[in-house]
């Protein structure tokens, strides 16, 4: 079971979940949002004065390769063996924000997709790779409040 459960999570995570549930796109400062909640983040970001980038950085969270276990499932419509690579899984957070010299990952999140909840565990794993002295920090925030209180922990 284990396996299957593996190779399950992995054709999930392999799909493109771009569409985000119940969000209405919107334009503010000639930088187009996936959502209402991505703006209003961003705006108060902007007037506290804080360092911030929107999906300025793509981070590869599971290298692509070839896995010697036979595999079979439906391509279009054949079902047939897959032999090729796997692709890699790539992590664009929402937000990179620089704050008291830590480098914040800002994911803002109203309703959860599928994949985002392994997503943020393979992310989480490859954070934990990166060198402590650069003080790294991920955030899943659902409102400005939440945002505050990672604000004014790190304030700390």
């Known amino acids: 079971m284990g ?21 209405t796109a919107k334009t503010y400062n000639g930088i187009n949002f996936r959502s209402s909640l991505e703006v209003r983040l961003y705006k108060y970001l902007l007037s506290k004065n ?40 790539h992590y664009t957070p929402d937000f990179i924000i620089y704050y008291k010299g830590y480098k914040i ?26 060198p402590k002295e650069l003080k790294l920090c991920f955030a899943v925030v659902h409102s400005i409040k939440e945002l505050e209180f990672v604000l004014k922990d790190l304030s700390a």
């Open 3 to 23: 396996r299957e459960k593996s190779l399950l999570i992995l054709l999930v995570m392999q799909t493109q979940n771009k569409k985000i549930k119940n969000a």
């Open 50 to 89: 804080i360092d911030t980038e929107y999906e300025s950085e793509t981070i590869t969270i599971w290298e692509g390769k070839h896995l010697s276990v036979p595999f079979y499932s439906t391509i279009g419509r054949n079902f047939k063996k897959i032999t090729t690579k796997t692709r890699a899984i």
């Open 105 to 130: 990952y800002l994911e803002a999140k109203g309703f959860t997709n599928d994949v985002f909840p392994y997503k943020a565990k393979l992310f989480r794993s490859w954070l934990e790779t990166q």
